[in-house]
């Protein structure tokens, strides 16, 4: 019997669990582990005082009533997750506890007094009521954005809802999975099932889908979810959120026709203004013709009886006429170039290049420039406008070379592959005035000039056109050179077209 004892006592000495034994109608404390001694937070020195001396201040808060009338009754009284104020080191403190007295009955079935044991579950208490916070606002969250939460259980079928759900999908019964499917448009229901198909991969669900009210109108939502699994790896439950997206799709709609709007009156405006540019060219090339064939027939007449000034005067008006003339043309091959579709077609570059020099012979000759190539490849493109291209690059070369030394034009290529797609990377070099770095970009804008036009001739609009030519057959052009150093062109042209017209 003693050794039995001397167990129990063990036992609950070095137990973890708060025990203390309190005897007679005071509820003296016969006996109190260390665990007990800690809880009550009043120094080592209780053994023998009575439970109210070392925590009086339990008395307001009915726990010394609650010892008490286990005492009295013989029944016990448990209580969970209570929370108690204990008076520690000067101030108070607040505990959650699950505790209990226990009557304590003699030989004789009367009782002496009282077990009490407990447990602190403070930590537990506040984080049970974060989490219960946490899921209130998130709760409110989702109610205020007017979204809807839902739970699939895969084992037994049975969905749990909140928020705006039920409102969404216009559900007043139970919800199940095939009342779901019923409210969908016919026309989603594919993309309702391939979406779960490939969360069984990837563990998310995410589509878009109608839902069609009783009134036949319909009412876009987006669905978002996640597939929840055991630990054996089988899916057990499905969480999501679903959001309507009325508003977003009517805005995007919105959007759509109104740049389908702008596209279209973009188109009728740039229409209108090519027919406009093309037929005020073709109105003033008959006067400026006119105007050129004057003066060539007052020369003629005249027969040197010209006096310096008058020549000077003639020489300004014919300069001014050319210049006219060259805008004109530009204005009509600027127009023109996207005016109609040109069937693609096999293009020998080197073909086209000696074309161009044959067309520009006079211009080589007068400036006794050299135009050197290496060997360029075959393409797929628009003839005419490939010639238009190297046309205007080589013209401008010869237009802007400098006076004291002769024009020197290479062309060299050199075959590229990007993103798996081949091209051409052409360069068109020489050895001119050059173009200061910051303005590499700016000639390329039409009627852009950044000389004298009584210096150099012309209308501004070739290297636009350059452009324009290379982007409609999927390539770009830069330029790139520095003041008195020469210039040189970088064309990037794709070697096969993937339209049959350009």
Known sequence: MERTLQILKDAVENTHL?????????????????AMIKTLGKGNDVIGRTYFEVVPEIEKQHIFQEALQAYKTGIPFHAKDKRVDLLMEGEYRTFYFNYSFIPLFNAQGKVYGVMNTGMDVTELHLAREEAQSTS??????????????????LLNGNITTSGNFRSIWNIQGPITNDTIISKLHPEDIPVREKAHRQAEHTGLISYQARIVNEDQSVRWTSINGKVLRDETGRAVKITGIIEDIGHRKALEQQLREEAQRSNEELRRSNEELLHFANLVSHDLKEPV??????????????NEGLSEKQEWYLNKIDNTTQRMQDVIEGILDYSGVDKKRRPVEKIDLNEVLEEVKTDLE??????????????????????VLIQQLF????????????????????????????????????????????????????????????????????????????????????????????????????????????????
């Open 362 to 383: 006079l211009a080589i000759h007068e400036k006794d420039a050299a135009v050197l190539n290496s060997w360029l490849p075959e393409i797929e493109g628009s003839k």
């Open 18 to 34: 708060p025990i203390g034994v309190y005897t007679g109608e005071e509820l003296r404390i016969e006996t109190a582990n260390a």
């Open 391 to 502: 046309y205007n690059l080589i013209h401008n070369a010869l237009k802007f070379s400098r006076p004291e030394e002769p024009p020197k034009i290479t062309i060299d290529s050199e075959l590229v592959e990007k993103e798996g797609s081949h091209g051409v990377l052409i360069r068109v070099q020489d050895n001119g005035i050059g173009i200061e770095q910051e303005f590499t970009e700016k000639i390329f804008t039409a009627f852009e000039r950044l000389h004298s036009k009584d210096r150099y001739e012309g209308s501004g609009l070739g290297l636009s056109l350059c452009r324009k030519i290379t982007e409609q057959h999927g390539g770009s052009i830069t330029a790139a050179g520095m003041e008195g150093g020469g210039s040189v062109f970088k064309i990037m042209l794709p070697m096969k077209q993937a339209h049959r017209t350009i």
């Open 289 to 302: 013709r006119k105007i050129k064939t004057f003066i060539s027939r007052l020369r003629s007449v005249a």
């Open 136 to 153: 209130e606002q998130l709760r409110l969250a989702v109610e205020s954005s007017g979204m809807g939460t839902y739970e699939i259980d």
